[in-house]
C-alpha cells in the first residue's frame, strides 16, 4: 500500500491517549514506593501490584506493536526502515528494565526493607526515562508514518489484540487508567467502541471500582 491523495489519513490519537496513562503512572510509582514506611509490607503488595498491572498493559501495548505495526511498516515504508528498528531496540531496552524490575517487586512485597524499596524505585526510574524517551519518538516520527500507511481498520487491530490478551478482570481497571484524563470528546470514543451493556458498567459500577482503586494506589483509603 502506497500514500495516496484519495485516502484519508488514518486517526491515531487512541494511541496518545493511551500513552498518558504510561507516562502518568510510571511517573508518579518511584515517589509513591519511596515513601513506603519500612516493613509496611501491605502498602508495598498494594503498589507492587498496581505496577504489575501496568507493566502487563506496556507489555501487550508494545507486543501489539511488535505483531502487527512494525511488520507492515518495514514493508510498506521501506525508506523509514531504520527508524522503525530504532523503536525495535527501544522496545527491547524498556523489555530489559522491565525485567531488571520483576524480582525487586517480588523481593520488596515480602520484606519493604529500605534497602529494596530503593532498588525498586530505582529501576522504575530507569524503565520511565527509556519508556518516556520511546514514547516521545514514537508520537513524533511514528504516528504520522501509521496514519499514511494502515488503514482503520488495520489501526484498530492493534487496539483489539491488547484487549483479548488482557485478563478480564484487569480490563475495568485498565480502562479506568485511561480515561482517567480523556476530554469528553476521547471518553466519547473509548465507549463507542464496546458493546451498549459493558458501556453501562464501565461508566457506573466498573468507574466506582476504579476510583476505591486508584485512590488505595495513591495513598488515600
Known amino acids: 500500500m502506497t500514500e495516496t491523495s484519495s485516502r484519508p489519513l488514518t486517526d491515531v490519537h487512541d494511541m496518545v491517549v493511551v500513552h498518558r496513562v504510561f507516562r502518568r503512572e510510571f511517573r508518579l510509582l518511584p515517589a509513591l514506593v519511596r515513601a513506603v514506611p519500612a516493613g509496611d509490607t501491605a502498602r508495598a503488595a498494594v503498589l507492587a501490584g498496581h505496577a504489575r498491572l501496568c507493566l502487563t498493559g506496556l507489555h501487550l501495548h508494545h507486543t501489539s506493536e511488535d505483531v502487527l505495526l512494525w511488520p507492515k511498516l518495514l514493508e510498506r515504508a521501506a525508506p523509514d526502515a531504520a527508524l522503525v528498528h530504532r523503536m525495535e531496540a527501544q522496545h527491547a531496552r524498556v523489555e530489559q528494565a522491565v525485567d531488571r524490575l520483576g524480582p525487586a517487586l517480588r523481593r520488596w512485597q515480602a520484606e519493604a526493607r529500605p534497602a529494596v524499596t530503593v532498588e525498586v524505585a530505582t529501576d522504575l526510574e530507569e524503565l520511565a526515562a527509556a519508556l518516556l524517551e520511546h514514547l516521545d519518538d514514537e508520537e513524533r516520527e511514528i504516528l504520522p508514518l501509521a496514519a499514511r500507511q494502515l488503514t482503520q481498520a488495520e489501526w484498530s487491530e492493534l487496539g483489539q489484540h491488547g484487549m483479548k490478551e488482557m485478563r478480564r478482570q484487569d480490563l475495568p481497571l485498565m480502562f479506568g487508567m ?44
Open 178 to 221: 485511561v480515561v482517567e484524563e480523556c476530554s469528553p470528546e476521547e471518553r466519547s470514543e473509548m465507549l463507542a467502541v464496546v458493546p451498549a451493556p459493558v458501556r453501562l458498567l464501565l461508566r457506573t459500577v466498573f468507574a466506582r471500582r476504579y476510583r476505591r482503586y486508584v485512590s488505595r494506589v495513591r495513598g488515600g483509603r
